[in-house]
C-alpha cells in the first residue's frame, strides 16, 4: 500500500484525482463531445466554488473560525453584481465591446467592494466576539445568514431576479460536435487568474509567509511580534470579497437568482473546504474541481443522484483521507 | 543589573489557579534556569510572562518596564524572544521562510546568519527543506535559530532537552553557552544535568510558587535539597 502511495506520489498524488474522475467519466458516458461539454463546464462550476470557498478555507484555517454566514458574502456578491449590471444594461446592449466590458467590470469591482465593506462589519461585529467558541460560533453566523436572506429579500424582493449578461459572454463555440459556452470559458480563466495571484500573495510576499504560518500556528506568529488580529481582518475580508466575486461570477452563470442563493451554496462550499482540506489554497481548489465536475458527471449519468453526489463524495474522501486531500501543515 | 522582574505572579487557567504568586528576579547576563517537577508550574510562568496566558494580579518588569498587561506581540517587540516546549516551528515553511518570518524587516543581517550556521550547521544543509522533514533535535535547532535572528536581550526556552538525543543535548548546550555571552536565557528544564552545567543563578518552582532561589553552585552541592525539591536521589 506504501509503495502504490509512493507511486501515485510520484505522477502527482492527489492532483491525479480530477484526472482519474476525467478518464472514468470518459468511458462510462461514451460520447467525447458530451464528455468534453461536461467537463468544460464542471471545471468552469469548479472555479467559481473555488472563488467562494477559499477566503472560507483561509478563515477556518488562520482564525478556527466556523463562518456559516460566508454564503451571505456569496448571495451580497451575486446580488451587487446583478443590480449593477441591470443599472448599466444600455452598456451592455450596446454593440461596444469596451462599454459592455467596462459594465461587467464595474459589477464586479462592486461586488468585490461589497464583500470587503461587509466581510469588515462581519469581522469586527459579529466574529470578534465568539473567537474560540465554536458552538456560539456556529450559532451566530446562521443566524448572520438567515438575517441576510432577510435583508437581500427586503431589498431586491422575492421575485427570482434575472441577470443580464454582456453579449460577448453569451453564446458558444462550436467545434466539431463539441460546445463550449463562452461564459464558462471566462469564469474558468477569471478563477484560474485568481487562484494564481492567491498562490503568489501566499508563498512570494511577507504577508503571504505571515498567513501560511498563522494558520499553522496564531500564538507562535504573536510571538514572533506580529498582531494577528490585524491580519484576521485583512484575511477576512479578503475572503468575503471573493466569496462576493464568486457570487457574481455564480449570478452570471445561473443567470436567475433568488435570495435563497446563499443557503443553497453554504452546503456545496463547507464540502469544498472539508475535501480539499483546511487552510489549503491548492486543497480548496483541488476540492472545488472535484465537486464541479463530479457534479456533472453524475448530473449526466444519473440525474436522481446528483445532489447526493457530493455528500457521497465527502464521505468516501474523508474516510480515505480525514484532513481532506491537501491540508495546511498543523 | 536586573533584567527581568516577576512579582506575586498568579495566573488561572479555566478553573485551575496554576501559578500561586510565583516572584523572582533574573540577572541581566548568562543563563537563568527555573527547575520543578512536572506540573509545576513552570511553563506557565514562560507562558505568562509572554502574554500567551495572562497573569492577574502580579507585575513583570522586563529592563524596568512594567510588561504585565501588554499584548504578546508588544511583549516580542521589546525584545523577549520565546522558544516553546513544542518548538512552535511552522511545518509548512522551509527552514528559510522560518527564519526570515522572525527578522524584524524581512531580510537576513548575514553576520548573524552565519553566525546561526555556525552553531547549527544543520540548518545550512536543510536550508531550502520544509521544516516537517526535519528530525526533532533540527526542528529544536530551528526553534532557537530563529529566537536569535534578531538581537533580543531576553530568550525564554521551555525544556529544549526534551526528547533529543545525548548528541544533540550536548551540542545544544555549547550553543546556549555562546547564545548567553550576548543575551539572558530564561531557561525552564527538568534536565537537571544539562541544566548545572549552563546556569549561575536558578530558582525552583513547587506548587505554583518559587520554593528556592539562589546560585548554581550552592544548589547543586546541596543533595538533600535537590531530593527535597525536585526529588533527586543522591
Same mark, same amino acid.
Given at each position: 500500500?506504501?509503495?502504490?502511495?509512493?507511486?501515485?506520489?510520484?505522477?502527482?498524488?492527489?492532483?491525479?484525482?480530477?484526472?482519474?474522475?476525467?478518464?472514468?467519466?470518459?468511458?462510462?458516458?461514451?460520447?467525447?463531445?458530451?464528455?468534453?461539454?461536461?467537463?468544460?463546464?464542471?471545471?468552469?462550476?469548479?472555479?467559481?466554488?473555488?472563488?467562494?470557498?477559499?477566503?472560507?478555507?483561509?478563515?477556518?484555517?488562520?482564525?478556527?473560525?466556523?463562518?456559516?454566514?460566508?454564503?451571505?458574502?456569496?448571495?451580497?456578491? &451575486?446580488?451587487?453584481?446583478?443590480?449593477?449590471?441591470?443599472?448599466?444594461?444600455?452598456?451592455?446592449?450596446?454593440?461596444? =465591446?469596451?462599454?459592455?466590458?467596462?459594465?461587467?467590470?464595474?459589477?464586479?469591482?462592486?461586488?468585490?467592494?461589497?464583500?470587503?465593506?461587509?466581510?469588515?462589519?462581519?469581522?469586527?461585529?459579529?466574529?470578534?466576539?465568539?473567537?474560540?467558541?465554536?458552538?456560539?460560533?456556529?450559532?451566530?453566523?446562521?443566524?448572520?445568514?438567515?438575517?441576510?436572506?432577510?435583508?437581500?429579500?427586503?431589498?431586491?424582493?422575492?421575485?427570482?431576479?434575472?441577470?443580464?449578461?454582456?453579449?460577448?459572454?453569451?453564446?458558444?463555440?462550436?467545434?466539431?460536435?463539441?460546445?463550449?459556452?463562452?461564459?464558462?470559458?471566462?469564469?474558468?480563466?477569471?478563477?484560474?487568474?485568481?487562484?494564481?495571484?492567491?498562490?503568489?500573495?501566499?508563498?512570494?510576499?511577507?504577508?503571504?509567509?505571515?498567513?501560511? &504560518?498563522?494558520?499553522?500556528?496564531?500564538?507562535?506568529?504573536?510571538?514572533?511580534?506580529?498582531?494577528?488580529?490585524?491580519?484576521?481582518?485583512?484575511?477576512?475580508?479578503?475572503?468575503? =470579497?471573493?466569496?462576493?466575486?464568486?457570487?457574481?461570477?455564480?449570478?452570471?452563470?445561473?443567470?436567475?437568482?433568488?435570495?435563497?442563493?446563499?443557503?443553497?451554496?453554504?452546503?456545496?462550499?463547507?464540502?469544498?473546504?472539508?475535501?480539499?482540506?483546511?487552510?489549503?489554497?491548492?486543497?480548496?481548489?483541488?476540492? =472545488?474541481?472535484?465537486?464541479?465536475?463530479?457534479?456533472?458527471?453524475?448530473?449526466?449519468?444519473?440525474?436522481?443522484?446528483?445532489? &447526493?453526489?457530493?455528500?457521497?463524495?465527502?464521505?468516501?474522501?474523508?474516510?480515505?483521507?480525514?484532513?481532506?486531500?491537501?491540508?495546511?501543515?498543523? | 543589573?536586573?533584567?527581568?522582574?516577576?512579582?506575586?505572579?498568579?495566573?488561572?487557567?479555566?478553573?485551575?489557579?496554576?501559578?500561586?504568586?510565583?516572584?523572582?528576579?533574573?540577572? /541581566?547576563?548568562?543563563?537563568?534556569?527555573?527547575?520543578?517537577?512536572?506540573?509545576?508550574?513552570?511553563?506557565?510562568?514562560?507562558?505568562?510572562?509572554?502574554?500567551?496566558?495572562? @497573569?492577574?494580579?502580579?507585575?513583570?518588569?522586563?529592563?524596568?518596564?512594567?510588561?504585565?498587561?501588554? #499584548?504578546?506581540?508588544?511583549?516580542?517587540?521589546?525584545?523577549?524572544?520565546?522558544? @516553546?516546549?513544542?518548538?512552535?516551528?511552522?511545518?509548512?515553511?522551509?527552514? /528559510?521562510?522560518?527564519?526570515?518570518?522572525?527578522?524584524?524587516?524581512?531580510?537576513?543581517?548575514?553576520?548573524?546568519?552565519?553566525?546561526?550556521?555556525?552553531?547549527? @550547521?544543520?540548518?545550512?544543509?536543510?536550508?531550502?527543506?520544509?521544516?516537517?522533514?526535519?528530525?526533532?533535535?533540527?526542528?529544536?535547532?530551528?526553534?532557537?535559530?530563529?529566537?536569535?535572528?534578531?538581537?533580543?536581550?531576553?530568550?525564554?526556552?521551555?525544556? @529544549?532537552?526534551?526528547?533529543?538525543?545525548?548528541?544533540?543535548?550536548?551540542?545544544?548546550? /555549547?550553543?546556549?553557552?555562546?547564545?548567553?555571552?550576548?543575551?539572558?536565557?530564561?531557561?525552564?528544564?527538568?534536565?537537571?544535568?544539562? #541544566?548545572?552545567?549552563?546556569?549561575?543563578?536558578?530558582?525552583?518552582?513547587?506548587?505554583?510558587?518559587?520554593?528556592?532561589?539562589?546560585?548554581?553552585?550552592?544548589? #547543586?552541592?546541596?543533595?538533600?535539597?535537590?531530593?527535597?525539591?525536585?526529588?533527586?536521589? #543522591?
Amino acid at each position: 500500500m506504501d509503495k502504490l502511495s509512493d507511486t501515485l506520489g510520484r505522477f502527482g498524488g492527489v492532483y491525479l484525482l480530477p484526472v482519474a474522475l476525467g478518464a472514468i467519466a470518459f468511458v462510462l458516458i461514451g460520447a467525447p463531445s458530451s464528455w468534453v461539454t461536461l467537463t468544460v463546464a464542471g471545471l468552469a462550476m469548479g472555479m467559481m466554488l473555488f472563488l467562494m470557498a477559499s477566503g472560507l478555507s483561509l478563515v477556518f484555517g488562520l482564525m478556527d473560525v466556523l463562518n456559516f454566514g460566508h454564503s451571505a458574502f456569496v448571495s451580497f456578491g &451575486a446580488f451587487v453584481a446583478a443590480s449593477v449590471l441591470a443599472g448599466l444594461s444600455g452598456w451592455l446592449d450596446s454593440s461596444s =465591446a469596451l462599454l459592455a466590458s467596462a459594465a461587467l467590470a464595474l459589477a464586479l469591482l462592486a461586488a468585490i467592494a461589497f464583500g470587503l465593506a461587509v466581510g469588515l462589519f462581519f469581522e469586527t461585529v459579529i466574529i470578534r466576539p465568539v473567537y474560540q467558541d465554536h458552538l456560539r460560533q456556529i450559532l451566530i453566523t446562521m443566524g448572520a445568514l438567515i438575517v441576510s436572506e432577510q435583508v437581500i429579500l427586503a431589498v431586491w424582493g422575492g421575485t427570482p431576479i434575472t441577470v443580464h449578461r454582456p453579449s460577448f459572454l453569451e453564446g458558444a463555440w462550436i467545434i466539431g460536435d463539441v460546445s463550449i459556452e463562452i461564459y464558462r470559458l471566462f469564469a474558468f480563466t477569471l478563477g484560474a487568474c485568481v487562484f494564481v495571484g492567491l498562490m503568489i500573495l501566499l508563498n512570494r510576499t511577507r504577508i503571504g509567509l505571515l498567513i501560511r &504560518a498563522g494558520v499553522e500556528n496564531r500564538e507562535m506568529v504573536e510571538a514572533l511580534g506580529f498582531k494577528i488580529n490585524r491580519l484576521f481582518i485583512g484575511v477576512f475580508m479578503l475572503g468575503s =470579497a471573493l466569496a462576493a466575486l464568486g457570487g457574481a461570477m455564480w449570478a452570471g452563470y445561473e443567470t436567475l437568482i433568488t435570495p435563497a442563493l446563499g443557503g443553497e451554496m453554504m452546503i456545496v462550499v463547507f464540502i469544498v473546504v472539508i475535501i480539499g482540506g483546511l487552510g489549503s489554497i491548492e486543497g480548496t481548489l483541488l476540492g =472545488a474541481i472535484i465537486v464541479g465536475l463530479t457534479a456533472n458527471y453524475v448530473g449526466y449519468l444519473t440525474p436522481k443522484l446528483a445532489l &447526493a453526489s457530493n455528500m457521497i463524495l465527502m464521505m468516501a474522501i474523508l474516510m480515505w483521507r480525514p484532513s481532506g486531500l491537501k491540508p495546511a501543515v498543523k | 543589573m536586573t533584567l527581568l522582574s516577576v512579582r506575586n505572579m498568579k495566573t488561572d487557567i479555566g478553573q485551575y489557579a496554576v501559578l500561586n504568586g510565583v516572584s523572582f528576579d533574573v540577572p /541581566e547576563g548568562g543563563v537563568f534556569v527555573l527547575l520543578g517537577r512536572n506540573g509545576a508550574g513552570k511553563t506557565t510562568t514562560l507562558r505568562s510572562i509572554m502574554g500567551l496566558w495572562q @497573569p492577574s494580579p502580579g507585575s513583570v518588569h522586563f529592563q524596568g518596564q512594567d510588561i504585565s498587561g501588554l #499584548a504578546t506581540a508588544d511583549i516580542a517587540r521589546l525584545g523577549i524572544a520565546f522558544v @516553546p516546549e513544542n518548538m512552535g516551528i511552522f511545518g509548512g515553511l522551509t527552514v /528559510e521562510e522560518n527564519l526570515i518570518l522572525a527578522t524584524a524587516k524581512g531580510k537576513f543581517d548575514q553576520t548573524r546568519l552565519r553566525r546561526i550556521f555556525d552553531l547549527f @550547521p544543520a540548518l545550512e544543509q536543510f536550508w531550502s527543506k520544509q521544516a516537517w522533514s526535519l528530525s526533532g533535535g533540527q526542528k529544536q535547532m530551528l526553534s532557537v535559530a530563529r529566537a536569535i535572528i534578531e538581537p533580543r536581550a531576553l530568550i525564554l526556552i521551555d525544556e @529544549p532537552t526534551k526528547g533529543l538525543a545525548p548528541s544533540i543535548v550536548a551540542a545544544m548546550g /555549547e550553543a546556549f553557552r555562546e547564545i548567553a555571552q550576548n543575551a539572558t536565557i530564561l531557561l525552564v528544564e527538568q534536565n537537571f544535568n544539562f #541544566a548545572r552545567n549552563l546556569s549561575r543563578d536558578m530558582a525552583v518552582i513547587d506548587d505554583g510558587r518559587v520554593v528556592h532561589s539562589g546560585t548554581m553552585a550552592d544548589f #547543586a552541592a546541596d543533595t538533600d535539597l535537590q531530593g527535597q525539591l525536585l526529588g533527586l536521589s #543522591a
